[in-house]
């Protein structure tokens, strides 16, 4: 069964880099069909999705943070990160990382969630 | 940028039937997925593909989508069921994943 679960800092400083880790285990990262996603709600509130990344490394973001963001796969390793630059309050939020099923170019939906990590940016 | 909306809270009595709609600029040509999400724990997808239920969800998960409307409707409610729910799709002009504001369901 597949497994996912964030790890990294969960408390960043204001105007640093926040850094997380999702590891993959029961399944294949490099599979056809599927890509690798971080979503983030900030507390009390809705989904937001941050971006992905495809099993041919093709990446696609958020508008609203493309400039900060950076999502990365180390096939070798089962696992996928993800990099937010210049952090401020209301970057707070839990982060999940989850599976993307893609059927097609207009065809996406999340078949598998971690368990969410809480991060807190301090000033 | 395309948006969805969702009511902010639905109630229904047990046993009744209940429907949370998502909205948007003719969603009925996108696809909807629909995920719950019980405090203090990660979403669950219950629908994709607009109509279609995962292996494991209960048969009273319906849903549809046409025009700029999509509903899920959960048939015979039960308190377990009491959760938020989320609709999503996706914007291909501008590539980006889009969800609804979220729906609490309250099982009164």
């Known amino acids: 069964q597949l497994q996912l679960r964030e790890s990294g800092s969960g408390l960043v400083k204001a105007s640093e880099t926040l850094s997380l880790t999702c590891e993959v285990s029961g399944g294949a990262l490099k599979s056809g069909g599927y890509s690798w996603s971080w979503i983030r709600q900030s507390p009390g509130k809705g989904l937001e999705w941050i971006g992905h990344i495809h099993h041919s490394g093709k990446t696609y973001y958020s508008p609203s943070l493309k400039s900060q963001v950076t999502i990365s796969a180390d096939w070798s390793e089962s696992q996928f990160s993800l990099n937010l630059s210049s952090v401020t309050a209301a970057d707070t939020a839990v982060y999940f990382c989850?599976?993307?099923?893609?059927?097609?170019?207009?065809?996406?939906?999340?078949?598998?969630w971690g368990q969410g990590t809480l991060v807190t940016v301090s000033s | 940028s395309y948006e969805v909306t969702q009511p902010p809270s639905v109630s229904v009595s047990p046993g009744q039937t209940a429907s949370i709609t998502c909205s948007g600029d003719?969603?009925?040509?996108?696809?909807v997925s629909w995920y719950h999400q019980k405090p203090g724990q990660s979403p669950v997808l219950v629908i994709y593909k607009d109509d279609q239920r995962p292996s494991g969800i209960p048969e009273r998960f319906s849903a549809s989508n046409s025009g700029d409307t999509a509903t899920l409707t959960i048939s015979g409610t039960q308190a377990m069921d009491e959760a938020d729910f989320f609709c999503?799709?996706?914007?291909?002009?501008?590539?980006?994943?889009?969800f609804g504001g979220g729906t609490k369901l309250t099982v009164l």
């Open positions: 003719k969603l009925g040509e996108k696809y």
């Open positions: 999503q799709t996706w914007d291909g002009t501008n590539k980006r994943m889009v």
């Open positions: 989850a599976r993307v099923r893609v059927y097609s170019d207009s065809d996406f939906y999340f078949d598998n």
